[in-house]
C-alpha cells in the first residue's frame, strides 16, 4: 500500500468493475407489487357497481415491497370496509389473492381474482 493517489492507470482502477445503475437498483430495493392492468379493470368494474348503488365512496391503493392492496371505503375517513389484496408469495400455497374485512377476517381467498372477486356478487331473492 502506498500513500499516493489512485490514478487511471494504477491498478486499484483496473480491478474495478462497473455495475449498470438499474442492475443495483433492483438488487437493492425489489420494484413493490402492483395490481396488472386486467386486474385492475376488475377490481374497478366491482368498485363501479357498488359505488352506483351507494354502498362504496371511496378507495386507496397501496403498493408495497410484498403486496399490493386495493381498500375500499364507506366514508374516506373510516377504516376501509373491504381490502382487496394480492401476495404473491402466496401464490403456489393458498392463492395470491384475498379479500378480507374491516376487522382482518379473510373472507375468501383464491389463486384467481375474478373467482375471488365473486364475494360481492348478491344473491338473488325469490320475491312472492
Do not use: C
Not at 53 to 77: M, N, P, T
Amino acid at each position: 500500500m502506498t500513500d499516493q493517489p489512485d490514478f487511471p492507470g494504477s491498478q486499484s482502477n483496473r480491478d474495478n468493475v462497473v455495475v449498470s445503475l438499474t442492475e443495483y437498483r433492483q438488487n437493492k430495493d425489489p420494484a413493490p407489487v402492483m395490481f396488472h392492468r386486467r386486474e385492475l379493470d376488475a377490481i374497478l368494474r366491482i368498485y363501479g357497481r357498488m359505488v352506483g348503488e351507494g354502498e362504496w365512496k371511496d378507495y386507496a391503493i397501496d403498493q408495497l415491497k410484498d403486496r399490493a392492496v386495493f381498500s375500499v371505503f364507506k366514508r374516506s375517513g373510516e377504516m376501509p370496509l373491504y381490502r382487496i389484496e394480492k401476495i404473491p408469495k402466496l401464490a403456489a400455497k393458498q392463492g395470491a389473492y384475498s379479500v378480507s374485512n374491516t376487522h382482518g377476517m379473510i373472507l375468501k381467498r383464491g389463486h384467481e381474482l375474478p373467482q375471488v372477486l365473486k364475494v360481492f356478487d348478491k344473491a338473488l331473492k325469490l320475491i312472492d
